[in-house]
Structures are given as structure tokens and as C-alpha cells.
């Protein structure tokens, strides 16, 4: 992102490493499906460095990034506008909702959209799960949508 110039992207949307090793290996699984077992690569190790969020900041007039509750202390810009992806995925050891710093002058922002499991929001556009921390299509045209001018 250092040879790039300031300003230079409309809208960057990240979803960079947590830092809470969710990075494959046997995850979900209940009475109804079994898990799935996604390759183990270690690259949620620890979230990247408040250096990298200035860079983004820098190249980019706006920004969403995910996750941003596990780092907040790394982004030293406050907002208003977060984005809250709620999940509705019940009762069970995953987290109920997902959240995005952005730094749109909005208030938060919340996208209903069941993703657990086998159960999808669409189940007749049922999405191939192939990465552990995958988002869905339906959340990535929603944001671009409301905040890329349309997709």
C-alpha cells in the first residue's frame, strides 16, 4: 500500500486476521450437520499492525473493515458508522453477530442474513463454504449497495 497515493481508492473493504486462530481446522459441527475440517494455515496468528490500518486509511476515502472489535486499539480513528452483520445463527458456540468499523458519517448499521452452518439465508443459492471466516454474497452486495454506489 506505500506506492499507492493517498486517496487513491473509493472504498476498501478488509477483512484481515483477527488474531483469535480461526484459521482452519475442525470447525462447526452439532446434532444436525457434521463439521467441516478446513485446512489448517496459521494466519490468525494476531491481527496486522496499526501501521497497515493507516496505510488503508491513507489509500482509501472510505473504508469497512471486519472484525475491527477484536483491534479497535489499532484503528486511532473513531466512527459512528459500524456495520453489525447479525447472523441469526441460534443457539450454539459461535458468535451472533459480526461487526465492521467504518468511517461513513452514519449511524450503525445492521444486515440480517442466516449463515449457519448448512443453513443459509438463500437456500436455493446455497453458497459452498471454502474458507472458515467466509462471508456471504448477499452481505457483500448489501454493503456495496448501501455504501459503493451500487453493484
Known amino acids: 500500500m506505500r506506492s499507492q497515493p493517498d486517496k487513491r481508492f473509493d472504498l476498501a473493504i478488509a477483512d484481515p486476521p483477527y488474531g ?8 462447526g459441527g452439532d446434532v444436525l450437520a457434521k463439521n467441516t475440517n478446513f485446512t ?11 501501521e497497515w490500518f493507516m496505510q488503508l486509511l491513507r489509500v ?9 472489535n477484536h483491534f479497535i486499539s489499532r484503528i486511532p480513528i473513531d466512527s459512528p458508522c459500524w456495520l453489525v452483520w447479525d447472523k441469526e ?7 451472533d ?14 444486515f440480517k442474513f442466516k ?20 462471508k456471504p454474497i448477499a452481505l457483500y452486495a ?4 448501501s455504501y459503493g454506489g451500487g453493484v
Open 20 to 27: 483469535i486462530k480461526m484459521d482452519g481446522g475442525k470447525i
Open 60 to 68: 482509501s476515502k472510505h473504508a469497512i473493515i471486519w472484525g475491527a
Open 142 to 145: 448489501w454493503i456495496l449497495n
Open 89 to 95: 445463527n441460534g443457539e450454539n458456540n459461535f458468535a
Open 40 to 50: 489448517k494455515k496459521n494466519w490468525d496468528i494476531e491481527p496486522p499492525t496499526e
Open 97 to 110: 453477530c459480526e461487526l465492521a468499523w467504518a468511517n461513513f458519517p452514519t449511524a450503525v448499521r445492521k
Open 115 to 134: 449463515w449457519q452452518g448448512m443453513l443459509q439465508g438463500n437456500m436455493k443459492h446455497k453458497e459452498l463454504r471454502i474458507h472458515p471466516t467466509q
